[in-house]
């Protein structure tokens, strides 16, 4: 695979131009709970934000007007929250609590520390009557949303902050996009399941399907319809492949991607009609990874069956192009940007993604590697630092900052 094979000279490139060939899921279902979930509709407040207006502090409701410093001032109502308001008396406070409607004729809270307290009156000073504007400590009734108005756009990815605000505004059951369905297909026929026990030198446990599997079951929006693996065979490749592309919005193989005899996945997307985007990208670990579309908008992704490979991969391409199909707005990847301790790399001509773990100080440190089949150090990472092609590490911007993306 030499620099002119390269469809794209980059990741983001190749991800963009296959993302533009896949299907959106448009299917639809209410769930009681959408965590999780990617919302199809747009919710809309069902009433003022807040319903009216209410005490931000712990305090005394009061007239600003009325108050002079030094002055007894009577407590004559009490405003509690989960209580209609009191009504004010002239000259008089009301003892109220934080989320509390404010009184009608109450136009300022004073925060209760701000007063002098005694069992029924209060007494002010002048220097706090000189600090405190009318409005201070009051939410005012609308003042996040009124009534009617948008407050989570359809194709929002609903975490647990977006979370509250359905909940807030009664839309904790609401109607989302069905979930993506996809299919894992690892190959090779050294692979045994992770349960074995009796391995021969030349056997390996199915790590790759373990580590797509999480991926994959980190998000509810996903389903994993079916996980299995398959013989270096083209004939049950291709049938399983033709099986999977009608039950899976996307199928992710791993294995036999690259230039080996027994490499059979190209071939298999071939007779299923795939239409590949990319078969190689100038990047590290994972340049033979083949990207593919079918005539129905659907992702086939050939993973390089390396361990590492197949867990930076997942990472930086599937989970961005399901997030796609998903319907999510969004659906990009979106790195933090993170400083390393140390430019312990070598200068490579392709984009580098290495295994790194976040320090105490906020720091990245490269994890020690001996290459993409290095399970060990991929099990002592917090995610990959990415990098451009032919960065000098002795370069004093060597260190970045650089995107780094969790797992
Ligand atoms: N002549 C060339 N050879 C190779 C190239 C190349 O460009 N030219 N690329 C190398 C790179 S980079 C990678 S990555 C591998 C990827 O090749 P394949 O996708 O064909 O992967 P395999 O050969 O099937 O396996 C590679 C390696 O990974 C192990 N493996 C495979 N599946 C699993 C699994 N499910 N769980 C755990 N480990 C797995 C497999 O035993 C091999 O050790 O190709 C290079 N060669
Ligand atoms: O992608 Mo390969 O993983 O560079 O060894």
Redesign the pocket.
Known sequence: MNAKSFAFDNPSAAIDAIAAQLATVTETEIVENCHGRVLAIDVVSDRDSPAADVSAMDGYAICLDQLTANNKIPIAGLAQAGSPPPTMVSNSVARIFTGAIVPVDADTVLKREDTEEFADHIRVSQNVLDQTSKGDHIRRVGENAGAGSLVVPAGKLVSPAVMATLANFGAATSTVKRQVNVVVLTTGDEVLPVTSTELKPWQLRNSNQATIRAALDAHPWIKTVDARHMKDDLTSLTRHLETALEEADAVVMTGGVSKGDYDFVPDAIAAVGGQVVFHGLP???????LGAGTNSGKLILGL?G?P??TAINASRFLVPLLRKIAGISSWHSTAMMGTLQEATFKKVPLHTMLLARVLDDGKIELTASK???DLVALGQSDGYVCLPPSVNPLDASAVGPWPFFPW
């Open positions: 990047i590290r670990p994972g340049k033979p990874i390089p390396n590492v490979s290459g993409s089949g």
